[in-house]
Protein backbone atom coordinates (compact mmCIF):
# COMPACT_ATOMS: atom_id res chain seq x y z
CA UNK A 1 0.00 0.00 0.00
CA UNK A 2 1.23 3.61 -0.69
CA UNK A 3 2.64 5.67 2.19
CA UNK A 4 0.38 8.37 3.29
CA UNK A 5 1.93 11.57 2.90
CA UNK A 6 -0.10 14.51 4.92
CA UNK A 7 1.79 16.89 2.57
CA UNK A 8 0.96 15.65 -0.77
CA UNK A 9 -1.33 13.63 -2.97
CA UNK A 10 0.55 10.29 -4.08
CA UNK A 11 0.89 10.06 -7.99
CA UNK A 12 -0.26 6.77 -7.58
CA UNK A 13 -4.21 7.40 -6.71
CA UNK A 14 -3.99 9.55 -10.12
CA UNK A 15 -6.13 7.80 -12.47
CA UNK A 16 -7.05 8.08 -15.78
CA UNK A 17 -10.44 9.16 -17.57
CA UNK A 18 -12.02 5.96 -18.11
CA UNK A 19 -10.61 4.49 -14.80
CA UNK A 20 -12.12 7.53 -13.19
CA UNK A 21 -15.19 6.79 -14.92
CA UNK A 22 -15.58 3.34 -14.10
CA UNK A 23 -14.69 4.24 -10.50
CA UNK A 24 -17.98 6.81 -10.21
CA UNK A 25 -20.29 4.07 -12.10
CA UNK A 26 -19.30 1.40 -9.88
CA UNK A 27 -19.98 3.70 -6.63
CA UNK A 28 -22.88 5.19 -7.88
CA UNK A 29 -24.61 1.93 -7.85
CA UNK A 30 -27.46 0.21 -9.76
CA UNK A 31 -30.31 3.26 -11.24
CA UNK A 32 -34.13 2.38 -10.99
CA UNK A 33 -36.38 1.02 -13.32
CA UNK A 34 -36.91 4.23 -15.27
CA UNK A 35 -33.60 4.51 -16.19
CA UNK A 36 -33.56 2.16 -19.47
CA UNK A 37 -29.62 2.73 -20.05
CA UNK A 38 -27.60 4.68 -17.38
CA UNK A 39 -23.74 5.16 -17.50
CA UNK A 40 -21.79 3.32 -19.91
CA UNK A 41 -23.21 4.10 -23.39
CA UNK A 42 -23.09 7.59 -25.34
CA UNK A 43 -25.89 8.84 -23.85
CA UNK A 44 -28.75 7.66 -21.17
CA UNK A 45 -32.15 6.57 -21.60
CA UNK A 46 -34.86 7.71 -19.79
CA UNK A 47 -38.76 6.18 -19.65
CA UNK A 48 -41.29 8.92 -19.28
CA UNK A 49 -44.74 8.54 -18.82
CA UNK A 50 -47.03 9.70 -22.10
CA UNK A 51 -48.09 13.55 -21.32
CA UNK A 52 -45.77 14.29 -18.45
CA UNK A 53 -44.07 17.13 -18.04
CA UNK A 54 -40.22 17.62 -17.34
CA UNK A 55 -38.56 20.64 -15.70
CA UNK A 56 -34.94 20.92 -16.30
CA UNK A 57 -32.59 23.34 -14.60
CA UNK A 58 -28.72 23.11 -15.11
CA UNK A 59 -25.74 24.78 -12.49
CA UNK A 60 -22.06 24.92 -12.35
CA UNK A 61 -19.81 25.61 -9.17
CA UNK A 62 -16.24 26.53 -9.63
CA UNK A 63 -13.33 26.45 -7.97
CA UNK A 64 -11.85 29.70 -6.09
CA UNK A 65 -15.13 31.66 -7.14
CA UNK A 66 -18.05 28.79 -4.93
CA UNK A 67 -15.98 27.41 -2.98
CA UNK A 68 -12.32 27.42 -1.90
CA UNK A 69 -9.24 26.03 -3.55
CA UNK A 70 -8.68 22.88 -2.55
CA UNK A 71 -5.11 22.54 -1.78
CA UNK A 72 -3.19 19.21 -2.56
CA UNK A 73 -1.30 19.93 0.19
CA UNK A 74 -3.80 18.86 2.72
CA UNK A 75 -5.74 15.50 1.98
CA UNK A 76 -7.78 15.21 4.48
CA UNK A 77 -9.53 18.35 4.32
CA UNK A 78 -9.49 18.19 0.54
CA UNK A 79 -11.21 15.45 0.55
CA UNK A 80 -14.33 16.41 3.21
CA UNK A 81 -14.55 19.52 0.89
CA UNK A 82 -14.78 17.64 -2.39
CA UNK A 83 -17.66 15.67 -0.16
CA UNK A 84 -19.34 18.98 0.34
CA UNK A 85 -18.94 20.46 -3.00
CA UNK A 86 -20.44 17.19 -4.93
CA UNK A 87 -23.56 17.25 -1.97
CA UNK A 88 -24.12 20.88 -3.03
CA UNK A 89 -23.67 20.52 -6.64
CA UNK A 90 -26.71 18.70 -6.80
CA UNK A 91 -28.47 19.82 -3.56
CA UNK A 92 -28.74 23.36 -5.91
CA UNK A 93 -30.21 22.38 -8.74
CA UNK A 94 -32.51 19.82 -6.73
CA UNK A 95 -33.80 23.22 -5.25
CA UNK A 96 -34.52 24.69 -8.11
CA UNK A 97 -36.67 21.89 -9.34
CA UNK A 98 -38.52 21.95 -6.33
CA UNK A 99 -39.22 25.18 -6.39
CA UNK A 100 -40.79 24.70 -9.61
CA UNK A 101 -43.01 22.29 -8.27
CA UNK A 102 -40.82 19.24 -9.75
CA UNK A 103 -39.75 15.99 -8.08
CA UNK A 104 -36.29 15.96 -9.11
CA UNK A 105 -35.18 12.36 -10.94
CA UNK A 106 -32.51 12.70 -13.19
CA UNK A 107 -29.16 13.72 -13.26
CA UNK A 108 -26.00 13.91 -15.61
CA UNK A 109 -22.92 15.37 -14.17
CA UNK A 110 -19.70 17.48 -16.00
CA UNK A 111 -16.60 17.25 -13.92
CA UNK A 112 -12.95 19.10 -14.76
CA UNK A 113 -10.53 18.55 -13.08
CA UNK A 114 -6.42 18.84 -12.07
CA UNK A 115 -4.53 15.22 -12.82
CA UNK A 116 -4.01 15.37 -9.02
CA UNK A 117 -7.89 15.64 -8.43
CA UNK A 118 -8.30 12.33 -9.94
CA UNK A 119 -8.01 9.83 -6.84
CA UNK A 120 -9.09 10.77 -3.62
CA UNK A 121 -10.59 13.99 -4.00
CA UNK A 122 -12.90 12.48 -7.03
CA UNK A 123 -14.04 9.77 -5.05
CA UNK A 124 -14.98 12.13 -2.17
CA UNK A 125 -16.66 14.49 -5.24
CA UNK A 126 -18.74 11.18 -6.03
CA UNK A 127 -19.68 10.38 -2.36
CA UNK A 128 -20.83 13.84 -2.13
CA UNK A 129 -23.37 13.47 -5.41
CA UNK A 130 -24.41 9.67 -4.24
CA UNK A 131 -25.62 11.00 -0.54
CA UNK A 132 -27.73 13.88 -2.30
CA UNK A 133 -28.81 11.79 -4.72
CA UNK A 134 -29.92 8.62 -2.77
CA UNK A 135 -31.31 11.20 0.01
CA UNK A 136 -33.69 12.94 -2.83
CA UNK A 137 -34.40 10.23 -4.73
CA UNK A 138 -32.19 11.21 -7.86
CA UNK A 139 -30.24 8.67 -9.85
CA UNK A 140 -27.16 9.69 -11.50
CA UNK A 141 -27.53 8.82 -15.04
CA UNK A 142 -24.68 10.29 -17.21
CA UNK A 143 -21.87 12.95 -17.47
CA UNK A 144 -18.29 13.94 -18.51
CA UNK A 145 -15.22 14.05 -16.98
CA UNK A 146 -12.18 16.04 -18.65
CA UNK A 147 -9.24 17.68 -17.31
CA UNK A 148 -8.85 21.28 -16.28
CA UNK A 149 -5.82 23.69 -16.69
CA UNK A 150 -6.82 25.50 -13.42
CA UNK A 151 -9.89 25.47 -11.16
CA UNK A 152 -11.99 21.95 -10.67
CA UNK A 153 -15.55 22.63 -12.36
CA UNK A 154 -18.50 20.49 -11.34
CA UNK A 155 -21.66 21.31 -13.64
CA UNK A 156 -25.05 19.29 -12.79
CA UNK A 157 -28.16 18.92 -15.24
CA UNK A 158 -31.12 17.70 -13.62
CA UNK A 159 -34.72 16.55 -14.92
CA UNK A 160 -37.74 16.64 -12.57
CA UNK A 161 -40.50 15.45 -13.48
CA UNK A 162 -43.85 17.39 -12.57
CA UNK A 163 -46.39 14.54 -12.23
CA UNK A 164 -50.13 15.24 -13.74
CA UNK A 165 -49.33 19.10 -12.99
CA UNK A 166 -48.20 22.22 -14.32
CA UNK A 167 -44.63 23.73 -13.37
CA UNK A 168 -45.34 26.68 -10.76
CA UNK A 169 -43.88 29.74 -11.99
CA UNK A 170 -42.57 33.23 -10.81
CA UNK A 171 -45.21 35.10 -12.53
CA UNK A 172 -48.33 33.85 -10.69
CA UNK A 173 -48.23 35.85 -7.79
CA UNK A 174 -51.65 37.99 -7.09
CA UNK A 175 -52.44 41.45 -5.11
CA UNK A 176 -53.44 40.43 -1.83
CA UNK A 177 -51.38 37.55 -1.76
CA UNK A 178 -49.82 36.13 1.72
CA UNK A 179 -45.30 35.91 0.99
CA UNK A 180 -44.27 33.13 3.11
CA UNK A 181 -41.21 31.83 3.29
CA UNK A 182 -39.71 28.06 4.64
CA UNK A 183 -37.00 27.43 7.65
CA UNK A 184 -34.97 30.93 8.88
CA UNK A 185 -32.66 32.95 6.90
CA UNK A 186 -29.38 34.78 6.54
CA UNK A 187 -25.68 34.20 7.78
CA UNK A 188 -25.17 30.98 5.65
CA UNK A 189 -21.35 31.57 4.75
CA UNK A 190 -20.50 30.62 8.30
CA UNK A 191 -21.10 27.58 6.42
CA UNK A 192 -24.49 26.35 6.17
CA UNK A 193 -24.17 27.32 2.27
CA UNK A 194 -22.01 23.82 1.66
CA UNK A 195 -24.55 21.76 2.84
CA UNK A 196 -27.75 22.91 1.44
CA UNK A 197 -30.88 21.04 1.88
CA UNK A 198 -33.45 21.63 -0.88
CA UNK A 199 -37.01 21.77 0.26
CA UNK A 200 -38.23 19.12 -1.81
CA UNK A 201 -40.74 17.92 0.23
CA UNK A 202 -42.17 21.40 1.56
CA UNK A 203 -42.57 22.31 -2.19
CA UNK A 204 -44.17 18.89 -2.95
CA UNK A 205 -46.64 18.91 -0.35
CA UNK A 206 -47.63 22.74 -1.44
CA UNK A 207 -48.21 21.68 -4.77
CA UNK A 208 -50.00 18.58 -3.81
CA UNK A 209 -52.63 20.96 -2.09
CA UNK A 210 -52.70 23.67 -5.45
CA UNK A 211 -52.82 26.27 -2.75
CA UNK A 212 -49.45 27.77 -3.87
CA UNK A 213 -49.69 31.01 -6.60
CA UNK A 214 -45.46 31.43 -7.10
CA UNK A 215 -42.51 30.08 -5.96
CA UNK A 216 -39.07 30.80 -6.08
CA UNK A 217 -35.62 28.92 -4.10
CA UNK A 218 -33.45 31.84 -1.86
CA UNK A 219 -30.05 31.66 -3.43
CA UNK A 220 -29.09 35.13 -3.96
CA UNK A 221 -30.98 36.08 -0.84
CA UNK A 222 -35.04 37.70 0.05
CA UNK A 223 -34.36 41.03 -1.29
CA UNK A 224 -33.35 39.95 -4.77
CA UNK A 225 -35.05 36.57 -5.17
CA UNK A 226 -38.67 38.29 -3.48
CA UNK A 227 -37.44 41.06 -6.23
CA UNK A 228 -37.93 38.29 -9.47
CA UNK A 229 -41.07 37.21 -8.55
CA UNK A 230 -42.14 40.70 -8.17
CA UNK A 231 -41.31 41.44 -11.38
CA UNK A 232 -42.37 38.82 -13.63
CA UNK A 233 -45.77 39.02 -11.49
CA UNK A 234 -46.30 43.01 -11.99
CA UNK A 235 -46.81 43.49 -8.05
CA UNK A 236 -45.33 45.09 -5.26
CA UNK A 237 -44.75 43.46 -1.45
CA UNK A 238 -45.41 45.03 1.84
CA UNK A 239 -42.57 42.88 4.14
CA UNK A 240 -43.35 43.60 8.38
CA UNK A 241 -39.55 43.03 9.77
CA UNK A 242 -40.85 41.49 12.85
CA UNK A 243 -41.60 38.23 10.77
CA UNK A 244 -38.86 37.94 9.30
CA UNK A 245 -37.20 34.47 10.29
CA UNK A 246 -33.58 35.73 11.44
CA UNK A 247 -31.53 32.92 11.33
CA UNK A 248 -28.84 31.77 14.32
CA UNK A 249 -25.62 32.09 12.13
CA UNK A 250 -27.73 35.92 10.84
CA UNK A 251 -27.01 37.06 14.70
CA UNK A 252 -23.68 35.70 14.54
CA UNK A 253 -22.62 37.39 11.30
CA UNK A 254 -24.06 40.00 12.73
CA UNK A 255 -21.43 40.30 15.62
CA UNK A 256 -18.87 39.82 13.05
CA UNK A 257 -20.07 42.59 10.56
CA UNK A 258 -21.66 45.10 13.24
CA UNK A 259 -24.56 45.30 10.95
CA UNK A 260 -27.98 44.08 11.95
CA UNK A 261 -29.00 40.56 11.76
CA UNK A 262 -32.08 41.40 9.94
CA UNK A 263 -30.02 42.72 7.34
CA UNK A 264 -28.33 39.37 6.81
CA UNK A 265 -31.60 37.86 6.84
CA UNK A 266 -32.84 40.24 4.32
CA UNK A 267 -29.78 40.04 1.32
CA UNK A 268 -27.91 36.93 2.53
CA UNK A 269 -27.51 34.27 -0.45
CA UNK A 270 -27.65 30.63 -0.02
CA UNK A 271 -30.17 29.81 2.11
CA UNK A 272 -31.98 27.50 -0.25
CA UNK A 273 -34.82 27.94 1.58
CA UNK A 274 -38.25 28.40 -0.42
CA UNK A 275 -40.10 31.85 -1.38
CA UNK A 276 -43.91 31.56 -1.93
CA UNK A 277 -47.21 33.40 -2.22
CA UNK A 278 -50.72 31.80 -1.38
CA UNK A 279 -54.08 32.70 0.17
CA UNK A 280 -54.15 34.54 3.67
CA UNK A 281 -55.92 31.47 5.32
CA UNK A 282 -53.23 29.10 3.91
CA UNK A 283 -50.88 31.32 5.23
CA UNK A 284 -52.29 31.54 9.11
CA UNK A 285 -52.47 27.81 8.71
CA UNK A 286 -48.92 27.22 7.54
CA UNK A 287 -47.38 30.08 9.76
CA UNK A 288 -48.82 27.77 12.69
CA UNK A 289 -48.09 23.79 11.81
CA UNK A 290 -45.27 24.64 9.96
CA UNK A 291 -44.67 22.48 6.53
CA UNK A 292 -43.43 18.45 6.62
CA UNK A 293 -42.04 19.51 9.76
CA UNK A 294 -40.17 23.07 8.66
CA UNK A 295 -41.48 26.25 10.36
CA UNK A 296 -43.00 28.79 7.52
CA UNK A 297 -43.25 32.14 8.43
CA UNK A 298 -45.67 35.13 7.23
CA UNK A 299 -43.79 37.83 6.39
CA UNK A 300 -46.09 40.21 4.54
CA UNK A 301 -48.17 40.89 1.56
CA UNK A 302 -48.25 41.90 -1.84
CA UNK A 303 -49.26 45.02 -3.23
CA UNK A 304 -50.53 46.96 -6.16
CA UNK A 305 -47.66 48.94 -5.90
CA UNK A 306 -44.49 49.27 -7.98
CA UNK A 307 -41.88 48.57 -5.33
CA UNK A 308 -41.15 46.77 -2.18
CA UNK A 309 -41.05 48.19 1.40
CA UNK A 310 -40.70 46.99 4.74
CA UNK A 311 -42.18 48.08 7.75
CA UNK A 312 -41.28 47.46 11.39
CA UNK A 313 -44.72 45.50 11.97
CA UNK A 314 -47.89 45.20 10.32
CA UNK A 315 -49.53 47.36 12.72
CA UNK A 316 -47.41 50.47 11.26
CA UNK A 317 -47.32 49.76 7.80
CA UNK A 318 -46.92 53.85 7.16
CA UNK A 319 -43.36 53.61 8.60
CA UNK A 320 -42.88 51.47 6.01
CA UNK A 321 -38.98 52.11 3.84
CA UNK A 322 -38.01 50.67 0.18
CA UNK A 323 -36.33 47.64 0.29
CA UNK A 324 -33.02 47.73 -1.47
CA UNK A 325 -32.02 44.62 -3.77
CA UNK A 326 -28.58 43.60 -2.22
CA UNK A 327 -28.57 40.05 -3.22
CA UNK A 328 -25.27 38.68 -5.09
CA UNK A 329 -24.22 39.13 -8.77
CA UNK A 330 -21.37 36.97 -9.43
CA UNK A 331 -20.08 39.85 -11.81
CA UNK A 332 -20.75 42.79 -10.00
CA UNK A 333 -20.17 41.23 -6.34
CA UNK A 334 -17.12 39.74 -7.93
P1 LIG B 1 -18.54 9.94 -24.87
O1 LIG B 1 -17.15 9.92 -25.40
O2 LIG B 1 -19.56 9.23 -25.72
O3 LIG B 1 -18.96 11.32 -24.44
P2 LIG B 1 -17.61 9.30 -22.28
O4 LIG B 1 -16.39 8.45 -22.36
O5 LIG B 1 -17.44 10.76 -22.04
O6 LIG B 1 -18.49 9.04 -23.57
O7 LIG B 1 -18.56 8.74 -21.15
C1 LIG B 1 -18.83 7.36 -21.04
C2 LIG B 1 -20.02 7.17 -20.16
O8 LIG B 1 -19.73 7.62 -18.84
C3 LIG B 1 -21.24 7.94 -20.59
O9 LIG B 1 -22.39 7.16 -20.30
C4 LIG B 1 -21.21 9.17 -19.72
O10 LIG B 1 -22.51 9.68 -19.54
C5 LIG B 1 -20.64 8.61 -18.45
N1 LIG B 1 -19.88 9.60 -17.63
C6 LIG B 1 -18.75 10.25 -17.98
N2 LIG B 1 -18.32 11.05 -16.98
C7 LIG B 1 -19.22 10.92 -15.98
C8 LIG B 1 -19.34 11.48 -14.68
N3 LIG B 1 -18.46 12.39 -14.21
N4 LIG B 1 -20.39 11.12 -13.93
C9 LIG B 1 -21.31 10.23 -14.40
N5 LIG B 1 -21.24 9.65 -15.59
C10 LIG B 1 -20.20 9.97 -16.40
MG1 LIG C 1 -17.98 12.53 -22.91
Not at 147 to 171: E, H, K, M, Q, Y
Amino acid sequence: MAHESSHSIEPSTQRGEFELIAAIRASLGTPPEDVIVGIGDDAAVLSVPPGEQLVVTTDMLVEGRHFDALTVGDAANAQSAAEAIGWKALAVSISDVAAMGGRARWAVVSIALRAEHTGSVADALTVGLRRCAESFGVAIVGGDTTASPGPLIVNVTLAGSLGDGDAVLRSGARVGDAVCVTGALGGSRLGRHLHPQPRQDEALSLVKEGVVHAMIDLSDGLSSDLGHVLDASGVGAMLWADRVPIHPDATRRAAETGRPALEHALHDGEDFELLFTTSPDVAARLATDGLCGTPVAWIGRLTGDADCVIAPDASQESAAVPLERRGYDHFRNG
